[in-house]
């Protein structure tokens, strides 16, 4: 449950995270609130109103959270230490999107023209990846970034849901690969889960799907017949084999799933 009863309009989840085993931070984009949810007990604990449209959050280290304002073009800090609270903010280059957080420096997607910055906290570009190794343009509208610890390091992936792929990046903005499914359709959430695996959401195709292998490996994990509609972001908690899934066209916002390992 994500309703409050200051809400004037029906929420519309776009991001979620896990500040703690059975707390999740979620992004009501239609209420212009991060809410603060406890899962046990089915409630928003805290919530926080903010100044237009936000899209996506990250968590930082410090009790803190990274929260994209669209159309603001602006990037709010958020305090998540005691009740939720505004700290600074930056202005970026541009209508930003997705974020995710490596180390201590934030990675952020844009639409028009799409793209993806490395920076820092200050807003500092580090880094700007626009292009393939052949020079052609490398994404069409990226929308979701999540970062993952592998064997070799951090990895940065992007969802793209105008390409329909997931591009795999090194922290440095370095392409390692792109993953294409002949079954995606408009895809945005995606989660790393370890061991090199990640989760995706495939909105118009109604699935969750599994990404393994340098791609290679590509399943579904839920799908209709699971009550999977139109999935837009989720989050994954490996202390309690818990997934998250936002789905905000079910008259649900969000499912919670219990995973367990296979052969």
């Given at each position: 449950?994500?309703?409050?009863?200051?809400?004037?309009?029906?929420?519309?989840?776009?991001?979620?995270?896990?500040?703690h085993?059975?707390?999740?931070?979620?992004?009501?984009?239609?209420?212009?609130?991060?809410?603060?949810?406890?899962?046990?007990?089915?409630?928003?604990?805290?919530?926080?109103?903010?100044?237009?449209?936000?899209?996506?959050?990250?968590?930082?280290?410090?009790?803190?959270?990274?929260?994209?304002?669209?159309?603001?073009?602006?990037?709010?800090?958020i305090?998540?230490?005691?009740?939720?609270?505004?700290?600074?903010?930056?202005s970026?280059?541009?209508?930003?999107?997705?974020?995710?957080?490596?180390?201590?420096?934030?990675?952020?997607?844009?639409?028009?023209?799409?793209?993806?910055?490395?920076?820092?906290?200050?807003?500092?570009?580090?880094?700007?990846?626009?292009?393939?190794?052949?020079?052609?343009?490398?994404?069409?509208y990226?929308?979701?970034?999540?970062?993952?610890?592998?064997?070799?390091?951090?990895?940065?992936?992007?969802?793209?849901?105008?390409?329909?792929?997931?591009?795999?990046?090194?922290?440095?903005?370095?392409?390692?690969?792109?993953?294409?499914?002949?079954?995606?359709?408009?895809?945005?959430?995606?989660?790393?889960v370890?061991?090199?695996?990640?989760?995706?959401?495939?909105?118009?195709?109604?699935?969750?799907?599994?990404?393994?292998?340098?791609?290679?490996?590509?399943v579904t994990?839920?799908?209709?017949?699971?009550?999977?509609?139109?999935?837009?972001?989720?989050?994954?908690?490996?202390?309690?084999a818990?997934?998250y899934?936002?789905?905000?066209?079910?008259?649900?916002?969000?499912?919670v799933?219990?995973?367990?390992?296979?052969?």
């Open positions: 449950n994500t309703s409050t009863p200051s809400d004037k309009l029906c929420s519309f989840i776009t991001g979620l995270t896990l500040l085993p059975g707390t999740l931070l979620v992004v009501d984009c239609n209420q212009r609130t991060l809410k603060e949810i406890d899962v046990a007990t089915n409630t928003v604990t805290s919530q926080l109103s903010l100044t237009s449209r936000p899209l996506d959050i990250t968590l930082l280290p410090g009790d803190q959270a990274a929260v994209t304002l669209l159309d603001e073009k602006r990037i709010q800090f305090s998540t230490k005691g009740r939720l609270s505004c700290l600074g903010s930056i970026v280059s541009g209508q930003c999107y997705g974020i995710g957080s490596v180390g201590y420096n934030l990675v952020v997607s844009y639409k028009h023209p799409g793209k993806v910055e490395i920076m820092e906290y200050t807003g500092r570009v580090i880094n700007t990846i626009t292009t393939d190794n052949s020079g052609h343009n490398l994404f069409s990226p929308r979701y970034i999540t970062v993952g610890r592998e064997k070799s390091g951090e990895m940065i992936y992007v969802s793209d849901c105008g390409t329909k792929t997931i591009t795999k990046l090194s922290v440095k903005g370095e392409i390692l690969g792109t993953y294409k499914h002949t079954n995606w359709s408009d895809i945005n959430g995606l989660t790393c370890g061991e090199g695996q990640v989760l995706v959401c495939n909105s118009d195709g109604d699935t969750v799907d599994v990404v393994s292998d340098d791609g290679q490996d590509i994990l839920l799908d209709s017949t699971h009550g999977i509609v139109r999935p837009r972001a989720l989050c994954y908690c490996p202390a309690q818990t997934l899934v936002n789905l905000n066209d079910s008259g649900k916002p969000i499912w799933f219990k995973l367990s390992k296979t052969s």
